[in-house]
Nanobody
């Protein structure tokens, strides 16, 4: 069984920083793209940032210049460094990954359980 486990959420004041981590575990051959999405109350889930296996990145317009996505392929882990946080960044943040499994099982898209980020004074 493969899974993504997130950590690093919490309460932070406006202007502060947080770092989210997401580790993939289980029988994994390789990982293609990894990314972070978020969902605020009453809103649809939106892409925050994504990173390919070779390190190419893509950001949602609302976080460009403030958030940085990175990954450690040796640890099957993706990170999201969030700086200059705003109240509107408050949401549940979900990790997502396109995993390549050994043998004939092929590719599978997996989601983490979500971690709550609250930006408030």
């Amino acid at each position: 069984q493969v899974q993504l486990v997130e950590s690093g959420g919490g309460l932070v004041q406006p202007g502060g920083s947080l770092r989210l981590s997401c580790a993939a575990s289980g029988s994994i051959f390789s990982i293609n793209a990894m990314g972070w999405y978020r969902q605020a109350p009453g809103k649809e889930r939106e892409l925050v940032a994504a990173i390919t296996s070779d390190g190419s990145t893509h950001y949602g317009d609302s976080v460009k210049g403030r958030f940085t996505i990175s990954r450690d392929n040796a640890k099957n882990t993706v990170y999201l460094q969030m700086n200059s946080l705003k109240p509107e960044d408050t949401a549940v943040y979900y990790c997502n990954a396109d995993l390549v499994l050994p043998g004939p099982r092929g590719n599978v898209e997996v989601w983490g359980q979500g971690t709550l980020v609250t930006v408030s004074s």
